[in-house]
C-alpha cells in the first residue's frame, strides 16, 4: 500500500468492539509508547494516559530510522507522515566503501536500509505532536515505581503515590524497563555486544563547510558507510548539510556504563579514524565532542505479559531492543503496537489475555529476524575485508543490506503486521485458548 494514498483518503478512526472501550495507560512516551497511543486510539480503544517520568523531552540521540514498515502503519492510523518523510534524510541511495580508501563496494536505495532517516528528537517531537492531536493525555513527571499484576485490573504507583488502574498497561518504558522485571519475575542483566559506537551530532561550522579536507560530505543530503575489519562508521548527512552526524562503532573493551549520555574519548576516537578515507577522517577528527555508547543486548525473553493478569504488558525497547545495524528499534515498536491494538479488538472484554498472549506469539518470531539482521550485517561488514587483497573486488551483495538474510527471510519493509496478525489470528487464538486453558503458557 502507498502510505501517501492512505493519507490522501479521508481518515476514519474505527469502533471499539468492547462496550465501553478497553481503558489502557501507557507507560513511556518514546517513540513506543506514542506510537501505541496511536493504534490502540485508531482502533477504537480508550487510552487514557501515557506517563512518562521525565520532566519535558529534549531533542535526544542522533540519527535513527523509520522503515516503510512502520510509516505504511502510521499513515494508516491518520499520521501525516509526509512531515516524517519531509525531515528525513533525502538522499536517493547509500554507499557502501571500503575503510581506508572509500572506494565504493556496494550502492544500495536508502529505503532498503532504514527508510528515513531523521534526527530522533525531531521524529520524536512530530509522534508527541500526532498523540496530543488525538487529545491523549501525556503525564510528565509520572514516574512509575512500582505495578500490581491483579486480574481484571492491574495498577502501577507512581512516585507521588498516586495509584492508577486500567483494563490494560503497556509499559513502553525502554532498555531499563521496570516492568519486565515484573513480568519475568527477576532481573535481566544486559550482556555486552562487544562493541560500542562513539557518535557526533551538529551543525557545521561555516569554517569547516569552507575547508576541502572536512567539507566533501556537506553540500547534500547523503549516507555513506566505510566498513573495515572490526569496525564501521556510518555518516548522515541531512538538511542539505545544515546537519551532520558521524557514528564509528568500536570494539568495546573498556567498561563503560550502558547509557545514552556517557561523553566519548576523542583521542580514542583520533586512533581509530586514523586511517579511515581522508574524505571523512579530518570531519571527525575535528570534532570536538562525541558520545560513548555501549551497544547491548538483552536476551530473548520468554514473556512479554505479566503472568496473573495476562493485562501487563511490555513494548518496544523493554522487549525487543535491536543493534544499531537492524535500524528498526523505532519500526518494530511501531508493529507491535498495531499488532496488540489488532489482537485487542478481535477478542470479547472478558478474553483481553487471549489477545496479549497472542500478540507476545505473533510478535516474538517477527522481532527475531529484525534482530538478528543487524547482528548479521554487523558481522559481514566487520569480516568482509579482512584476509582479503587491496586489488580483489568484492562481491557487493556480500556488504548490503540484507544480502545474505534477503533470500531466505521475508523481507522486512514490505510486511504488513496489522495485516499479518489477521492472517494467523485464528490459528494463533486456538493455541493460545488451549494454553491458558491448561494454565501452562508456553515460552516464547
Ligand atoms: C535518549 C535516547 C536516545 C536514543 N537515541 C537513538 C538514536 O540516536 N538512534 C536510534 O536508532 N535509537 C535511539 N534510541 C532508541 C530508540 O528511540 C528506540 O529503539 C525506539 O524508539 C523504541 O523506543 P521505546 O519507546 O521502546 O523506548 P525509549 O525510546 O527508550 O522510551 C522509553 C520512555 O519511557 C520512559 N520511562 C522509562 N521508565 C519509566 C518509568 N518508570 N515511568 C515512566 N516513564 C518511564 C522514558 O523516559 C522514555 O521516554 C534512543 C533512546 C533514548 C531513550
Not at 374 to 389: F, I, Q, S
Amino acid at each position: 500500500m502507498d502510505p501517501q494514498e492512505v493519507i490522501t483518503k479521508p481518515y476514519k478512526r474505527l469502533v471499539s468492539p468492547h462496550d465501553p472501550p478497553l481503558r489502557v495507560v501507557i507507560v513511556g512516551a518514546g517513540l513506543g509508547g506514542c506510537a501505541a497511543a496511536i493504534a490502540l486510539h485508531h482502533h477504537g480503544h480508550d487510552v487514557v494516559a501515557v506517563l512518562d517520568k521525565v520532566r519535558q523531552f529534549t531533542r535526544l540521540g542522533d540519527s535513527l530510522g523509520l522503515g516503510e514498515n512502520a510509516y505504511k502503519l502510521l499513515a494508516r492510523w491518520g499520521c501525516n507522515i509526509k512531515e516524517i518523510q519531509e525531515i528525513g534524510n533525502q538522499a536517493p541511495t547509500m554507499k557502501i566503501r571500503r575503510w581506508h580508501d572509500g572506494k565504493v563496494l556496494a550502492e544500495q536505495p536508502l529505503m532498503d536500509m532504514a527508510g528515513y532517516i531523521g534526527h530522533r528528537g525531531d521524529y520524536h517531537d512530530i509522534f508527541l505532536k500526532w498523540v496530543r492531536e488525538r487529545s491523549i493525555p501525556i503525564l510528565m513527571n509520572s514516574d512509575v515505581v512500582s505495578y500490581t499484576d491483579t486480574s481484571p485490573t492491574p495498577s502501577l504507583t507512581l512516585s507521588s503515590g498516586e495509584t492508577l488502574t486500567a483494563d490494560l498497561i503497556v509499559a513502553c518504558d525502554g532498555i531499563k524497563s521496570l516492568a519486565r522485571h515484573l513480568v519475568l519475575g527477576s532481573r535481566d542483566d544486559p550482556v555486552s555486544s562487544g562493541y560500542a559506537c562513539f557518535r557526533a551530532y551538529f551543525s557545521p561550522s561555516p569554517e569547516m563547510r569552507a575547508d576541502p579536507s572536512r567539507n566533501a560530505f556537506l553540500n547534500e543530503d547523503s549516507v555513506n558507510f566505510w566498513i573495515g575489519p572490526d569496525t564501521h562508521v556510518v555518516q548522515n548527512t541531512l538538511r542539505g548539510g545544515k546537519e551532520f552526524n558521524w557514528i564509528l562503532t568500536h570494539k568495546d573493551e573498556g567498561d563503560i556504563p550502558e547509557s545514552w549520555f556517557q561523553p566519548g574519548d576523542m583521542d580514542e576516537v583520533r586512533r581509530l579514524a586514523a586511517d579511515i578515507d581522508p574524505r571523512i577522517r579530518h570531519a571527525i577528527m575535528s570534532t570536538e565532542k562525541c558520545l560513548d555508547w555501549k551497544i547491548c543486548y538483552r536476551k530473548p525473553l520468554p514473556t512479554w505479559v505479566s503472568p496473573e493478569s495476562h493485562r501487563i504488558v511490555l513494548l518496544g525497547d523493554s522487549c525487543h531492543a535491536h543493534l544499531p545495524t537492524s535500524a528498526q528499534g523505532a519500526s518494530q515498536a511501531t508493529e507491535s503496537a498495531g499488532v496488540l491494538a489488532v489482537c485487542l479488538s478481535l477478542v470479547e472484554s472478558d478474553e483481553v489475555k487471549v489477545a496479549t498472549r497472542a500478540y507476545e506469539k505473533l510478535r516474538f518470531p517477527r522481532v527475531r529476524v529484525s534482530q538478528t539482521h543487524g547482528e548479521d550485517l554487523r558481522d559481514r561488514w566487520h569480516n568482509v575485508l579482512k584476509n582479503v587483497e587491496e586489488d580483489v573486488d568484492i562481491d557487493p551483495e556480500m556488504v548490503k543490506i540484507k544480502a545474505s538474510t534477503y533470500l531466505h527471510n521475508r523481507p522486512l519493509y514490505a510486511f504488513d503486521a496489522e495485516k499479518d496478525a489477521i492472517d494467523k489470528w485464528e490459528e494463533v487464538a486456538s493455541r493460545v485458548r488451549a494454553e491458558l486453558a491448561t494454565g501452562k503458557v508456553g515460552p516464547l
